[in-house]
Every structure is written in C-alpha cells, then in structure tokens.
C-alpha cells in the first residue's frame, strides 16, 4: 500500500460545476499538507498548503484536511476549462532538511466548457 | 524569465548509454532536488542538496549520480541507461524547507525515454 493514495481519474465535469479532489493517506506523522497542480507538460506549482487539522480557503479554492480519518480534499468552485489539469496532493511529517514531501499520483481534471 | 531551467527537454538514447540533465535556478534558493515522475505520473524524490551538500539520497541505483558545482545548479549523470529509466525527470528548488509555506519551484521536466 502507497503511503498517499490518490485516484487518478480522469474526473470530467462541466463548466461552473464544484468539484471534490481527494487524497488518504496511512502515516498519522504527517502533518503538513500541499496541493500542487500541474499542467501537461509542464512542472507541478503549489496551489494551496495547510497545517493540521482544518480548512484553508483562497478565491474559488477550498482545502480541508481531517487527520481523524487521513483524509485531504481540494474543492474548486466554479470550475473553469483552464483548471483542467492533473491536481497533486503532497504531505509531509515534519520541516527542516531532509524531511521529505510524499505526493499522490495526482487526479486528472478535465473541465468542459 | 525562467526560475528554474532544465535542460534537454527531451532526450532519446539507447540503453547502455550515459547521459547528464543539466538544471539551473535563478530563485537564489538553498535547496535544489531532483524528482522522477513515471508513466503513472507519481512523483519521487531521487535527491535533494542544500548548499552543495547532499541531504536526500533515496533509494536510487548508484548508476544515478547527482553532482551541485554551486547552490544554483544541480546536474543528474545517468550511467549505463535501462529501459525503466525512461520517465521525466523534474529539478526543483525550493528557498527554506524549516518553513512549512515553502514551495517547491519545479522546472519543466526532461523527458527521457531510453530505447
């Protein structure tokens, strides 16, 4: 078993949907948690951090971690055909040097205008 | 203007050959790494160097050899090339990995398909 697990989709939906992305993970040591996205052929950007437990939100964005359950998800409101792109989770247990950052398989988004 | 610049983009050889992705930031960041990505798109650590001093060495095969002449590039030198290597090889940097909102800055990737 993979210490994050992501569903590689691909995940269709229309134009102006919400859309729901999600990762579990198995180690409970980890506690910082990222959303890279990455668009074809090109490298992966950071989208959205959080710390702990909680939600975090910016602009049409939402992340939400509950380490009860391992647990992360990104919501995209109001998607747009240029968000359509594969959408990595990254988690890591602690800071400093050394500290490595795990990422999903990523899930392909595709928004459809 | 490019913050973190690989280079080939692509690079198509043979088994058995020895090739070099070169990477180079211009972010004046400590700590560079590289990472493979598969067909599967799962990324992995391979290396990470901070200040020219190797801080990650995954569980690479010794045919991979990182090499930081300064903190503002960090080449990969591939001996010996397998079919498996072919994947896309992505440099990153990143400025302080003791803050937890330090993104990683990753470069385009090289795309290695070995035949």
């Known amino acids: 078993q993979k210490e994050v697990e992501q569903d590689p989709g691909p995940l269709s939906v229309p134009e102006g949907a919400i859309v729901s992305l999600n990762c579990t993970y198995s180690?409970?040591?980890?506690?910082?948690f990222m959303w890279y996205r990455q668009y074809s052929r090109k490298g992966p950007e950071l989208l959205m951090y959080?710390?702990?437990?909680g939600n975090k939100e910016d602009g049409r964005f939402t992340a939400q971690v509950d380490k009860s359950s391992k647990y992360i998800s990104l919501f995209i409101r109001d998607s747009q055909p240029s968000d359509s792109a594969t959408y990595l989770c990254?988690?890591?247990?602690?800071?400093?040097?050394?500290?490595?950052?795990?990422f999903g398989a990523g899930t392909i988004l595709r928004v459809k205008s | 203007d490019t913050a973190v610049s690989q280079t080939p983009k692509y690079l198509v050889t043979q088994m058995g050959n020895d090739k070099s992705i070169k990477c180079e930031q211009n972010?004046?960041?400590?700590?560079m790494y590289w990472y493979k990505q598969d067909s599967k798109k799962f990324l992995k650590i391979m290396f990470s160097?901070?200040?020219?001093?190797?801080?990650i060495n995954e569980t690479v095969p010794n045919r991979f050899s990182p090499k930081s002449p300064d903190k503002a590039h960090l080449n990969l030198h591939i001996n010996s090339l397998e079919l498996g290597d072919s994947a896309v090889y992505f440099c990153?940097?990143?400025?302080?990995?003791?803050?937890?909102?330090?993104?990683?800055?990753f470069g385009n990737g090289t795309r290695l398909t070995v035949t």
């Open positions: 160097y901070n200040n020219k001093e190797l801080i």
């Open positions: 959080t710390y702990s437990s």
């Open positions: 990254a988690m890591s247990a602690a800071l400093g040097y050394g500290n490595k950052l795990v």
């Open positions: 180690n409970s040591a980890f506690q910082y």
């Open positions: 972010l004046g960041h400590d700590t």
């Open positions: 990153a940097s990143s400025q302080d990995q003791r803050r937890p909102n330090s993104p990683l800055h």
